[in-house]
């Protein structure tokens, strides 16, 4: 996690991102692969340093204090408050295994059932409180990856229309329209997906092949043969055409 939000942290606009870590090169605790991307991305790497100090100026955050680490011969890690460094930043993302004492108060008012967990619709994954969703192990249900991916994609459903909804009524309840417009999209009363478009979109990508024009240029070609259901599904996800070398009858049972 440490790597995935430094490199996000560049993708959210970050000039330069430093990753400060208490041991060294040899025996971080971080995947190789991990590693190198964050290096291809540019990320800069401080070892042997622990934290200390957030230094503000005003209520912003100007630099933050650090002091190096070593490891001593008995292999314990100790810290020397005699070397002290300052490196400047305007942001500082805590990644170092940080929790909270009580997840129960942090969470609250959300209730909880007999097991620890919290109560929720099981058709919308919306808990006690409005607006909060769950899925995935704090649900108590999903047992596999696959099982909690699957609640994060049900639930993303319900988040959208709790969403487009309490939109849509705070847009009455304020302008005294019945249609409305949020950042540009229209808000209806009825849940409903946006379509995905982009300026990608307006690009021409039709072809011509035998006198005929395809407004979609990929095609299906069957080798080996193709049936006639696989044909259809393609067709129905907006495949311009298909070629068929061979076009066998499906047989009908006579009696």
């Given at each position: 996690t440490s790597f995935d939000c430094a490199t996000s942290?560049?993708?959210?606009?970050?000039?330069?991102?430093?990753?400060?870590?208490?041991?060294?090169?040899?025996?971080?605790?971080?995947?190789?692969?991990?590693?190198?991307?964050?290096?291809?991305?540019?990320?800069?790497?401080?070892?042997?340093?622990?934290?200390?100090?957030?230094?503000?100026?005003?209520?912003?955050?100007?630099?933050?204090?650090f002091v190096r680490t070593e490891q001593d011969d008995d292999g314990n890690w100790i810290e020397d408050e005699h070397q002290k460094i300052q490196l400047k930043a305007g942001v500082v993302i805590s990644v170092f295994g940080s929790v909270v004492t009580d997840s129960a108060e942090a969470m609250k008012p959300i209730k909880f059932n007999r097991w620890g967990l919290p109560e929720a619709n099981p058709e919308t994954m919306q808990t006690t409180e409005a607006g909060v969703f769950r899925g995935g192990d704090i649900a108590g249900l999903a047992n596999t990856t696959v099982e909690s991916v699957n609640d994060g994609k049900h639930a993303s459903w319900h988040i959208h229309k709790y969403i487009q909804i309490n939109n849509f009524r705070c847009l009455i309840c304020c302008c005294f329209f019945y249609i409305q417009s949020l950042h540009g999209v229209s808000i209806n009363n009825k849940p409903e997906l946006p379509l995905f478009y982009t300026p990608i979109d307006l690009v021409e990508i039709s072809v011509e092949m035998v006198g005929l024009k395809f407004q979609n240029p990929f095609g299906l070609a069957s080798a080996p043969a193709t049936s006639a259901p696989m044909i259809r599904r393609a067709f129905e996800a907006g495949w311009g055409f298909d070629l068929t070398k061979t076009f066998s009858l499906e047989k009908v049972s006579t009696f």
């Amino acid at each position: 996690t440490s790597f995935d939000c430094a490199t996000s942290a560049l993708r959210c606009g970050g000039r330069r991102v430093f990753v400060v870590f208490k041991k060294g090169f040899t025996n971080m605790r971080a995947v190789p692969e991990e590693v190198e991307l964050a290096k291809e991305e540019k990320c800069e790497f401080l070892p042997f340093l622990s934290p200390r100090k957030v230094i503000l100026k005003g209520k912003k955050i100007s630099s933050m204090e650090f002091v190096r680490t070593e490891q001593d011969d008995d292999g314990n890690w100790i810290e020397d408050e005699h070397q002290k460094i300052q490196l400047k930043a305007g942001v500082v993302i805590s990644v170092f295994g940080s929790v909270v004492t009580d997840s129960a108060e942090a969470m609250k008012p959300i209730k909880f059932n007999r097991w620890g967990l919290p109560e929720a619709n099981p058709e919308t994954m919306q808990t006690t409180e409005a607006g909060v969703f769950r899925g995935g192990d704090i649900a108590g249900l999903a047992n596999t990856t696959v099982e909690s991916v699957n609640d994060g994609k049900h639930a993303s459903w319900h988040i959208h229309k709790y969403i487009q909804i309490n939109n849509f009524r705070c847009l009455i309840c304020c302008c005294f329209f019945y249609i409305q417009s949020l950042h540009g999209v229209s808000i209806n009363n009825k849940p409903e997906l946006p379509l995905f478009y982009t300026p990608i979109d307006l690009v021409e990508i039709s072809v011509e092949m035998v006198g005929l024009k395809f407004q979609n240029p990929f095609g299906l070609a069957s080798a080996p043969a193709t049936s006639a259901p696989m044909i259809r599904r393609a067709f129905e996800a907006g495949w311009g055409f298909d070629l068929t070398k061979t076009f066998s009858l499906e047989k009908v049972s006579t009696f």
